[in-house]
C-alpha cells in the first residue's frame, strides 16, 4: 500500500476527514478500546461499516469532545 504524500492529504489542506477508524479515534480521544467500542453501542458516537471496517464520523467524535458550553454537564 502506497502512503499519500504530505502535500496531498486531507488535512495539510485544512479539510477534516469524514471517518475515521477506531485506532485512530482512540488516539485522537484518549478514550480506551472498551469506552470507544461502548460509546459506539451506546450510539453516542457515529459508527458506519465499509466491509468488514468500523468508521467512526469525525463529525460525531468532535461533538462527544468538545468543550460542553451549555452547562447540562453531560457526561460521558
Not at 4 to 33: C, F, W, Y
Not at 43 to 72: D, H, I, Q, W, Y
Amino acid at each position: 500500500m502506497s502512503q499519500i504524500p504530505q502535500h496531498d492529504r486531507p488535512e495539510s489542506a485544512g479539510l477534516k476527514p469524514l471517518t475515521v477508524t477506531v485506532a485512530t479515534a482512540k488516539k485522537i480521544s484518549g478514550l480506551g478500546n472498551t469506552t470507544v467500542w461502548g460509546l459506539i453501542k451506546q450510539g453516542k458516537l457515529e459508527a458506519v461499516r465499509v466491509g468488514r471496517r468500523t468508521l467512526v464520523t469525525f463529525r460525531s467524535l468532535e461533538a462527544l469532545l468538545a468543550p460542553a458550553n451549555s452547562g447540562r454537564g453531560d457526561e460521558i
